[in-house]
């Protein structure tokens, strides 16, 4: 397959690690990190790239997303000709750490809970990732005026505190993958974290999500595949997260 992949730069090494092992020919495009700060404003821009492609005269058989729902960044995100295919993750903590059920082990009960990555550590003016409004932790965005509008300012306050309880940790964790671990990340990260009189904790992080992304191993229960003139839609739980939905 001739396959499409916009990214954010935060997984350009694990990225680039698995387009030297797929057998698929790949063009890849990546966006800034900091472009995250706004989520209308990265949606506008992965829209645009998708548009580019689709005027470029190239036949893609798919345009690969390494994006999760990223505080509604990717929602609405459609292509008129070219099936899309995105993880089926909240954010980035999901796709570093290689399933939904890894995150949902280690971040369920405290959502907000500071990570980063060597791409973070690299691509990044900070050593753990920030959500919209500056403040350390799994990126939210917009997800809580989406939960309002569709059920209401009551019912959305409860569904809110359910998916993001409060915690009083004061804990930093460091994804460590083993395709760049020897970056020695990990070591910079804990003595960052330390002087910022946090506790450091390492995880393990697996390439999976993103090998068999690139791979063309699109198993739907972990992958959303966008037939064309259709748009990815919110789904705000802790399984589906995105679906398509026909324009």
């Not at 939904?100 to 959502?111: M, N, T």
């Not at 990126?139 to 959305?156: H, M, P, T």
Request: charged share 25%; hydrophobic share 40%.
């Amino acid at each position: 397959m001739h396959l499409k992949l916009i990214s954010c730069n935060v997984f350009q090494r694990e990225a680039s690690w698995c387009i030297a092992r797929s057998p698929h020919l790949i063009d890849p495009e990546y966006t800034e990190l900091g472009e995250h700060a706004r989520s209308a404003g990265l949606r506008a821009l992965i829209q645009g790239k998708i548009d580019a492609v689709e005027a470029s005269g190239k036949t893609y058989d798919a345009i690969l997303l390494l994006f999760g729902l990223c505080g509604n960044a990717t929602v609405g995100l459609q292509a008129r000709r070219t099936r899309l295919v995105m993880p089926r993750a909240h954010d980035c903590c999901t796709i570093l750490l290689g399933s939904r059920a890894k995150y949902a082990e280690h971040f369920s009960q405290a959502p907000s809970t500071p990570f980063s990555s060597a791409g973070y550590l690299e691509r990044g003016s900070y050593f753990l990732r920030t959500s919209d409004d500056g403040q350390t932790g799994v990126q939210s965005g917009d997800a809580y005026r989406a939960l309002v509008a569709k059920f209401g300012e009551e019912d959305a306050k409860f569904i809110w505190a359910e998916m993001n309880p409060a915690h009083g940790d004061n804990r930093a964790v460091f994804i460590d993958l083993p395709q760049t671990s020897h970056l020695g990340y990990a070591e910079q990260f804990a003595a960052k974290a330390q002087a910022a009189g946090k506790e450091s904790i390492r995880l393990e992080g697996n390439i999976r999500l993103i090998e068999n992304l690139l791979q063309g191993d699109w198993n739907e229960k972990e992958y959303l595949i966008v037939p064309p003139a259709s748009t990815i839609e919110g789904v705000y739980d802790w399984d589906q997260i995105v679906r398509a939905k026909q324009v």
